[in-house]
């Protein structure tokens, strides 16, 4: 059987993080493993009675093949919500609705990848971008990001030495660490890319959820013609929708429908129209705002539970806003290790090493706080610095 399977998908590993989650069904275990936006804010009765108007007014069309582009409302408010938040002037022809931005990457992916081109990956970087991108098998240049941004004398390196076609950064709250690039990091790395061949891919799926601090310019504004941007609603109204977007130039959108056509025809209609729906009856900023003040409160007290009970030495960072923070373990501890020892004591988070190209343990590890109210996130961070501290 082996020998039936391409070189391309024996290539991918499974996600660690789908893995661990197998770990966290037992419900006794505290989790701070997965990337989930807390279920008690998903708009509920909304969504039902948008479900109930929508099929009550439309029913026979919503459950018809539709365009690949994606419905043309749902496209509208996505343009018209750049131009409010962000003062970008962005034509509804250049969006493209997917099936979650997770499906944005792998279009990307077939777009441009060929096996062996040069890719430019945040080190450490986001897991499903690095498993969608390994499908098409072609060389990750990692390059570190701090609190403030991207290594930009390594990304010079990378650019004088190599052709690279992308850079996929996020940069806003980024997945894994939660640091954000300052408004001076983005304007270095653009004017890098501006003579350059590369394009930006600036995904950006937590930007809404800020929670402190201020909106800092889009890559799309400083590198018009050489950006996409990537969105979802996955973490601002509910992830079992599955409805992301791309943002690109017309020429790159004219490829990018074509893949997509080859994917699946179009997404979800029925989802684009009740989420569309959803968006036009209620006050979509008021409910972000609701969940950014819990998110807010749930990282204070997971911050204030490591300086409580983690080791002295143990570094972390202090995000903005979206739903993760990233922890550095003293020089020489495995976060596989402590992964092990922590299960024990029933608590999960992510170990670092998935989180890089090339390495094959470290110490580093991703906590998530959006999933676990403010009591049990105390708990779980004093169970973990135990464990912590039996690893010393």
């Excluded at 770990?23 to 509920?44: C, E, K, M, Q, Y």
């Excluded at 609705?97 to 945040?122: A, C, M, P, R, V």
Aim: negative net charge; glycine residues 6%; proline residues 5%.
């Amino acid at each position: 059987m082996e020998n039936l399977f391409s070189d391309r998908i024996n290539d991918v590993p499974k996600s660690f993080i789908r893995e661990i989650l197998k770990v966290t069904i037992d419900s006794s275990i505290i989790s701070f493993a997965g990337g989930l936006p807390n279920r008690h804010f998903f708009p509920v009765k909304a969504l039902q009675q948008a479900a109930h108007d929508v099929f009550e007014e439309a029913g026979n069309e919503i459950l018809q093949y539709a365009n690949s582009e994606g419905y043309l409302g749902l496209r509208q408010f996505i343009s018209h919500r750049y131009k409010q938040r962000d003062g970008l002037d962005i034509p509804v022809e250049d969006i493209l609705i997917t099936t979650g931005s997770q499906q944005g990457l792998d279009l990307l992916g077939k777009t441009f990848l060929n096996e062996g081109d040069d890719l430019i990956i945040e080190e450490p970087g986001y897991l499903g971008a690095i498993q969608a991108f390994a499908m098409y098998r072609p060389r990750f240049h990692p390059v570190p990001v701090t609190e403030g941004g991207m290594n930009i004398d390594k990304l010079a390196q990378i650019q004088d030495e190599r052709q690279p076609k992308l850079l996929y950064t996020v940069t806003n709250f980024q997945n894994p660490s939660g640091i954000s690039y300052n408004n001076a990091n983005r304007r270095a790395v653009a004017e890098l890319i501006r003579t350059s061949s590369c394009l930006i891919i600036q995904d950006d799926p937590y930007g809404d959820l800020r929670f402190s601090g201020e909106r800092k310019i889009s890559f799309k504004r400083l590198l018009p013609e050489k950006t996409v941007l990537l969105g979802s609603f996955s973490k601002i109204v509910a992830p079992a929708l599955r409805l992301g977007w791309l943002a690109a130039p017309a020429p790159i959108m004219n490829k990018l429908v074509i893949a997509k056509q080859a994917a699946d025809l179009h997404s979800d209609y029925l989802a684009q129209r009740i989420l569309h729906r959803f968006l036009c009856d209620n006050d979509i900023d008021a409910h972000i705002a609701t969940i950014i003040a819990q998110y807010g409160k749930q990282k204070e007290a997971m911050i204030g539970a490591i300086r409580d009970f983690f080791p002295a030495d143990v570094r972390f960072t202090n995000p903005e806003g979206g739903m993760f923070l990233w922890i550095t373990l003293p020089e020489g501890m495995s976060s596989m290790a402590l992964f092990e020892a922590a299960i024990k004591q029933k608590v999960a988070f992510v170990p670092g090493t998935p989180f890089y190209v090339d390495r094959k343990d470290s110490n580093t590890l991703r906590l998530n706080f959006s999933c676990v109210d403010e009591q049990t996130i105390v708990e779980g961070i004093k169970r973990l610095g135990q464990s912590i501290k039996e690893l010393v």
